[in-house]
């Protein structure tokens, strides 16, 4: 069965510094990840996706994500962070030959001034 | 392109009650599902549709019927309400073809009393 855990509830970082948010996977065969985004009272924003190729993903706004097969990971970071970075962050799986999505139970970002 | 589109954008139901909620998108997207997201919980997908005619069950699909008699529409529906029903519930919907982007309806909110 698919599954995504994404360990921290909330992530605090200073503006200007560095961001990582963290999320392992678990899935059959090739995985298809995914990062989500979501303002208060929203529905998601696509950010990335990783689905074969180069493990270092650049997407939407400057965030990039990292694929560690090896340790099935994909952590979602930026290299100097905003205070409108501050929102809801979802990683999301899915396995080949399927259309189901699994999401993580989300982990909230404060990017503080 | 409205995009996708859901309605009602909040609903009080009593117990037992049963209700639509509906959705329509404009993209000719084949794929569509419905996800319920509650705190600490992220989004759980409940049915999920990859063409009309088609549908299959989610994560959590008891207490909610689907149907697909065409493109466009999927509306779910609340055979009797509970209040472990209340939540945020939203459409999503994407084309499986060239870019996998999940496309978030604006969310519909129900309070089961």
């Known amino acids: 069965a698919q599954s995504v855990a994404q360990p921290e509830d909330q992530v605090n970082v200073a503006e200007g510094n560095p961001l990582t948010v963290k999320c392992t996977y678990s899935?059959?065969?090739?995985?298809?990840l995914f990062w989500y985004v979501q303002y208060p009272n929203r529905g998601l924003q696509f950010l990335l996706k990783y689905i074969t190729g180069d493990n270092l993903v650049k997407g939407s706004y400057g965030f990039e994500a990292e694929f560690n097969k090896s340790q099935t990971s994909f952590h979602l970071k930026k290299p100097s962070a905003l205070v409108s970075d501050s929102a809801l962050y979802f990683c999301a799986v899915r396995a080949s030959g399927t259309y189901k999505y699994i999401f993580g139970t989300g982990t909230r970002l404060k990017v503080l001034a | 392109n409205a995009g996708v589109t859901q309605t009602p954008k909040f609903q009080v139901l009593k117990t037992g009650q049963s209700m639509t909620l509906q959705c329509a998108q404009d993209m000719n997207h084949e794929y569509m599902s419905w996800y319920r997201q509650d705190p600490g919980m992220g989004l759980r997908l409940i049915h999920y549709s990859v063409g009309a005619g088609i549908t299959d069950q989610g994560e959590v699909p008891n207490g909610y019927n689907v149907s697909r008699s065409t493109t466009e529409d999927f509306p779910l529906r609340l055979l009797s309400a509970a209040p472990s029903q209340t939540s945020v519930y939203f459409c999503v919907s994407l084309t499986t073809s060239g870019q996998e982007t999940q496309y978030f309806g604006p969310g519909t909110r129900l309070l089961v009393l």
């Open positions: 899935v059959s065969g090739n995985p298809y």
